[in-house]
């Protein structure tokens, strides 16, 4: 079988790869703005890290790692994480409690709200800053940091915070939004 000079264009623009059809560095527009990064700048804290000598000093290096790791929100910054609780809160009637006749239940199905108590010794309130989102609660302050992913999901608009001076503690009363609350309620 021979083959014309066209065919042979037509098969060697099929054996070619295709050009891609997105823009490309060198193909856009300059807009006069520099991309830079700093990465270069930060130290790698394992370049830092001495090697271990003995296995005790091995030792020490994991426990210390593994405690840093254990914190939630660990390695985001140089501030202490706070202590906390997680309580769950619901709302009992007479009914629920002596007659036993309502369709709540003792377990966590039935409650209502998340009750998040986080400890900021040495914080004022002005000092606090909250953010609430429907996965999780991040707390900053000139002292803590603390990222705390929930168990639930919560509705944040129906969610309310409270300090409380005396025990200088951030009480956050949130919302469980379930999927199938009206079976408990």
């Not at 991309?35 to 003995?54: C, H, L, M, Y």
């Not at 309502?102 to 040495?122: D, F, Q, Y």
């Not at 609660?137 to 409380?164: E, F, G, M, R």
Request: proline share 7%.
């Amino acid at each position: 079988m021979e083959f014309t000079p066209s065919q042979l264009e037509k098969l060697a623009d099929l054996m070619r790869p295709p050009e891609p059809e997105i823009l490309q560095g060198d193909d856009l527009p300059s807009t006069g703005y520099e991309i830079t990064s700093n990465r270069a700048d930060v130290v790698n804290q394992k370049e830092t890290k001495k090697a271990p000598k003995t296995i005790e000093e091995f030792e020490a290096q994991e426990a210390e790692e593994a405690d840093l790791l254990g914190r939630v929100g660990a390695g985001i910054t140089d501030k202490k994480s706070p202590a906390y609780t997680m309580n769950y809160q619901q709302s009992v009637s007479a009914e629920d409690v002596f007659l036993q006749i309502g369709p709540k239940t003792p377990s966590s199905a039935s409650c209502e709200n998340l009750m998040v108590r986080i400890k900021l010794p040495g914080d004022k309130k002005e000092n606090v800053d909250l953010a609430v989102d429907a996965l999780g609660v991040t707390v900053t302050s000139s002292q803590y940091y603390l990222k705390l992913p929930l168990p639930h999901a919560i509705n944040p608009d129906a969610s309310k915070a409270n300090w409380d001076t005396t025990e200088e503690t951030l009480v956050l009363t949130l919302k469980l939004d379930r999927e199938f609350d009206f079976v408990n309620f």
